[in-house]
């Protein structure tokens, strides 16, 4: 399958700054970019989808001015949390390929 | 109605045994896919075996097998031999067409914690 990396794996932030989530296809061209959150002992839910060279399609009740997605390459999406707050804190990951391959994750912590 | 559903929490089986994961799901496409992974502590998301909605045959992974029964909607894994490094959480998990982005969508069930006894 795919190969993906997802930077950073962890990451401790203040109230109210920016985290920005990358996700790097290294091995093929990924159009489409799947962000997913989960909370602690929770599952998977997908955030967004990102298509390269296009805008980001949205789940119903994620907020697109705080989760700011950008896929300007094949083999490039990223995901910035603006403003995060504590309630923002979970676990972000990637996945190129709708069921094969995922990235490793992000842990955001927001203290 | 939950498209995904998972009723074990969770799951205690003993090293070398076999053990079998619910899976039931919900959809009226005619065209799906089903998905295991598996989620260790470290949160990387493993995945395990896929079933298509046209396979005729259930499908099999080295020791993890799908009990495909598609006129009862479901979808169990089956784990055999179980080792102490199967102890994970488990996410069973279907692919629809998702014609909001033009693309494919995955819906999570909640997921099983599996733990192996020694």
């Known amino acids: 399958g795919a190969v993906v990396s997802q930077h950073p794996s962890r990451v401790i932030c203040k109230s109210g700054t920016s985290v920005k989530i990358e996700c790097r296809s290294l091995d093929f061209q990924a159009t489409t970019m799947f962000w997913y959150r989960q909370f602690p002992k929770k599952s998977l839910m997908l955030m967004a989808t990102?298509?390269?060279?296009?805008?980001?399609?949205?789940e119903q009740g994620v907020e697109k001015d705080k989760f700011l997605i950008n896929h300007a390459s094949l083999t490039l999406s990223t995901l910035t949390v603006t403003s995060a707050h504590p309630e923002d804190s979970s676990f972000y990951i990637c996945?190129?390929?709708?069921?094969?391959?995922f990235g490793s994750g992000t842990r955001l912590t927001v203290v | 109605a939950q498209k995904i559903t998972q009723t074990q929490p969770g799951m205690f089986v003993q090293e070398k045994e076999a053990v079998t994961l619910d899976c039931t799901y919900d959809?009226?496409?005619?065209?799906?896919?089903l998905f295991w992974y598996k989620q260790p502590s470290s949160g990387e998301m493993i995945f395990l075996i896929y079933q298509g909605s046209y396979d005729q045959q259930n499908a099999t992974e080295g020791r993890y097998s799908l009990n495909f029964q598609k006129a009862r909607k479901s979808a169990n894994l089956v784990i055999s031999a179980s080792q102490l490094g199967d102890s994970a959480m488990y996410f069973c998990?279907?692919?629809?067409?998702?014609?909001?982005?033009?693309?494919?969508?995955?819906?999570f069930g909640k997921g099983t914690k599996l733990s192996v006894i020694p």
């Open positions: 959809t009226s496409d005619p065209s799906y896919g």
């Open positions: 998990a279907m692919r629809e067409v998702y014609s909001g982005a033009g693309s494919y969508q995955l819906t």
């Open positions: 990102s298509n390269e060279g296009s805008k980001a399609t949205y």
């Open positions: 996945s190129p390929q709708p069921g094969y391959t």
